[in-house]
């Protein structure tokens, strides 16, 4: 039961006769008054055994747009309900208007929209509805809680889709090429054409040339179906918050950009989201287009705050590809001992795949350096540049073994780590 204020603004007028009159009659009359008035109200309310709510849970939402999430409340009783609801939405989900005013009548049923703004990404959920029924006078009301649960993805934004048709002309380009040699045998033969001063003379096709009564040469593209590996690092140096997002959120949108380019230039694209066990893995085969295979495994991504297990990463990539792959590494250049983790396992990986490490650089390091107009800013310029030095020499340090490093600050990591894989397939490394 709960009483309103209205009850008590009444309850406080009942005792000013009692403070300005020696005699108790006139507190029984009221009191009894009072207690005739709630209980009159509770009687009359409708009754909430016989109230039935049903959820519809509401589509996936892209992070910073909104989503309605409808509630059906039916009413079994004999009288109208008259009240307030209010959907028990976590904080996180953005609940715009959580409690709404309600009127239903009696044997009927009435829709209720509760408007969703989520302000993070991943499996947000609500657990009950609360229904308060007020009675004629509203002194008083009916109150339960219903089981009701509910839940909805948000998905990553994807702001770096921005990038995708400049990154998808310049791969339209290198596939453009009238003639594209490549060593060895994986390439894919295109069309044949007249031969050409300077075209390799291994590309003749002495039968077509025998029946065309001139030199006919093949011409070949490069070859489809490579594959791609992205590793996303999940363990607790993912959780540092560079800018205005962690180095997890920034990892998701170059491994979207990634992905969803790669496959448009028609290669195997796998995700793998690893610390020390595999936390969501995606891939092209299956239905549908690999972004929303993508985002539906990213979404309920968080840092762990565990250590990287860099020797299991091996073994991650023979899972998914037994072939010679480009594996990009999503991480940090600046985590604990490189040398005990990221640089041996690299190593490794370089002898057999394309290797390319993706790191966040905090933008705060370069202005740290120029900001030098006392001693506190001295020293944390003497900080900073020892910061980079460090990951100057890690970076040294793996492309020595024979890794690409793309060291970039968030909104520019993406496009370069695209860059990156355009620029691998123009020289054939793919």
């Not at 009127?103 to 009435?110: F, H, K, L, M, Q």
């Not at 995708?164 to 009238?178: C, M, Q, Y």
């Not at 030199?215 to 593209?221: A, C, G, K, L």
């Not at 790669?262 to 066990?277: C, Q, S």
Request: proline residues 5%; hydrophobic residues 45%.
């Amino acid at each position: 039961m709960a009483i309103s204020g209205r009850f008590v603004a009444l309850v406080l007028l009942g005792l000013v006769p009692v403070l300005l009159s020696p005699g108790w009659l006139t507190v029984l009359a009221t009191a009894a008054v009072l207690v005739a008035l709630l209980v009159a109200d509770l009687v009359f309310a409708a009754s909430l055994r016989r109230i039935n709510v049903v959820r519809a849970d509401p589509e996936n939402v892209t992070l910073n747009k909104s989503v309605d999430a409808i509630l059906t409340v039916r009413n079994g009783g004999a009288r109208p309900l008259r009240g307030s609801l209010r959907d028990g939405w976590q904080p996180s989900a953005g609940a715009q208007n959580p409690v709404q005013a309600i009127d239903v009548p009696a044997g009927e049923g009435r829709r209720y929209q509760v408007k969703l703004q989520p302000v993070r990404r991943g499996d947000l959920a609500a657990r009950h509805v609360t229904i308060r029924s007020f009675g004629p006078l509203r002194l008083a009301a009916r109150q339960r809680t219903i089981d009701c649960p509910g839940s909805v993805r948000v998905l990553p934004p994807f702001h770096s889709r921005r990038h995708l048709p400049s990154k998808l002309r310049k791969l339209r380009e290198l596939d453009g090429k009238a003639a594209v040699q490549i060593r060895g045998a994986g390439t894919e033969f295109d069309s044949l054409r007249d031969y050409v001063r300077g075209d390799d003379v291994r590309s003749i096709d002495w039968r077509a040339t025998a029946r065309r009564s001139a030199v006919v040469v093949r011409t070949w593209r490069p070859e489809r179906d490579r594959r791609v590996v992205v590793v996303l690092d999940t363990s607790r140096t993912s959780a540092a918050r560079i800018g205005d997002e962690t180095r997890l959120d920034t990892g998701i949108e170059a491994a979207l950009l990634l992905g969803v380019l790669a496959e448009r230039g028609g290669d195997r694209v796998d995700f793998v989201a690893f610390d020390r066990r595999t936390r969501a893995r995606a891939g092209s085969a299956g239905q549908g287009t690999i972004l929303g295979r993508l985002v539906q495994a990213m979404a309920p991504l968080d840092a762990e705050l565990i250590e990287m297990d860099w020797p299991a990463v091996p073994a991650q990539v023979r899972a998914v590809s037994a072939h010679r792959s480009l594996v990009v590494l999503l991480t940090s250049l600046d985590s604990g001992a490189p040398e005990e983790g990221l640089l041996p396992v690299a190593e490794r990986l370089a002898s057999q795949h394309v290797v390319v490490v993706a790191a966040v650089r905090d933008p705060q390091l370069g202005a740290m350096l120029r900001e030098r107009h006392d001693a506190t800013g001295v020293f944390r310029a003497a900080a900073a540049e020892r910061a980079l030095l460090q990951r100057a020499a890690v970076t040294a340090e793996l492309r020595r073994y024979g890794a690409e490093v793309v060291d970039a600050e968030p909104h520019e990591l993406p496009p370069r780590l695209a860059d990156m894989y355009i620029r691998l397939k123009a020289a054939g490394r793919l």
